[in-house]
């Protein structure tokens, strides 16, 4: 459906051919006096006359305040959109309904979703949206605030269904040996995270809502993620197992760290005393450097008797 502008007059005009019919028809009415003949009722009657019209006239009669549209039908026919905001006259005969193209808020969620490993979890965004096609809007859905909302909802599940909510657990899933037991990954990966792409996710958001808000003449400015989070009932886990991760994580920093400094200990020390350090004495080196240095708390020294 094409959208056109109806046709309308400045309401003022008929306001005051209103006014003048009703003057002229008073003026009549009284000029005729107590009419005593037929002819001298002629007057008065055209006095009435002139009175008829005026009702139908000011029904042709609309406001549009800023920002508001009206769809014109004529019998069930689409005759044009009123945009203009002000006081304006139409075709009384026409049936007239008025939407509002104002930016509007739609919340949505929070839903519990399983992400893309299974894990369930609760979301929730927000979308900013307009109409911007009021003959659209009004013919080609029965509600569209309704199907905002529905749409909104739908393509929200289907974000989160596509997405895992933290990387790790996804590479898990798909590589349960390790890293080191597969050196590609399937198709179904995706490297888009629920907790760390919030923008990429946000205009994915938008895409698919544009996409599918504008055969109805929904224009969708902007989409956020407004709420995220494990569902109640693994939550716990969840940040056990993230709590983990970091442990991990940690440790392996330290490691890297103190492999770096025993090599850098053996080459200088090496260096200094002009010959290499038999296997042995490099094993304990090695050893005691690695305690003192990864070890959670100070090492205690043993002195060596020789009993």
Same mark, same amino acid.
């Given at each position: 459906m094409v959208e056109r502008p109806a046709r309308a007059v400045s309401a003022w005009v008929v306001l005051a051919l209103c006014i003048g019919l009703l003057v002229v028809g008073l003026a009549l009415i009284a000029s005729a006096g $107590?009419?005593?003949?037929? @002819?001298?009722? !002629?007057? %008065? &009657?055209?006095?009435?006359?002139?009175? /008829?019209?005026?009702? =139908? &006239? /000011?029904? +042709?009669?609309?406001? &549009? *305040?800023?920002?508001? $549209? $009206? !769809?014109?039908?004529?019998? +069930?026919?689409y005759k044009g959109t009123l945009t203009d905001s002000g006081f304006r006259w139409v075709n009384p005969l026409y049936s007239r309904i008025k939407l509002s193209l104002r930016l509007k808020t739609q919340e949505t969620g929070p839903l519990k979703v399983n992400d893309a490993v299974g894990n369930p979890v609760e979301i929730g965004a927000v979308v900013i949206w307009r109409v911007a096609q009021a003959a659209r809007a009004t013919l080609e859905v029965e509600n569209y605030d309704r199907y905002v909302s529905a749409q909104s909802e739908t393509t929200l599940r289907l974000l989160a269904s596509r997405h895992p909510y933290d990387p790790t657990e996804q590479y898990d899933a798909f590589t349960p040996q390790g890293p080191s037991a597969s050196e590609t990954l399937p198709d179904t990966y995706s490297a888009i995270t629920l907790r760390d792409g919030s923008d990429v996710l946000a205009g994915?958001?938008? *895409?698919?809502? *544009?996409?599918?808000? %504008?055969? !109805? +003449?929904?224009? !969708? =400015?902007? %989409?956020?993620?407004?709420? &995220? @989070?494990? $569902?109640p009932e693994i939550a716990g886990a969840m940040l056990r197992k993230q709590a983990a991760n970091a442990v991990i994580a940690a440790r392996r920093v330290i490691t890297r760290g103190a492999v770096s400094i025993i090599e850098d200990a053996l080459a200088d020390l090496e260096g200094r005393m002009d010959h290499r350090l038999e296997p042995e004495q490099r094993a304990a080196m090695i050893s005691n450097l690695l305690v003192v240095l990864i070890g959670d708390r100070e090492a205690t020294p043993v002195v060596n008797a020789g009993l």
């Open positions: $107590a009419p005593s003949t037929p @002819a001298e009722s !002629v007057p %008065a &009657l055209l006095g009435i006359a002139c009175f /008829l019209p005026i009702p =139908v &006239l /000011l029904k +042709g009669l609309i406001i &549009l *305040q800023p920002n508001e $549209a $009206a !769809v014109c039908l004529l019998f +069930g026919n994915l958001l938008l *895409q698919e809502l *544009q996409l599918r808000m %504008a055969p !109805v +003449g929904i224009e !969708v =400015v902007d %989409a956020r993620i407004s709420h &995220l @989070a494990y $569902a």
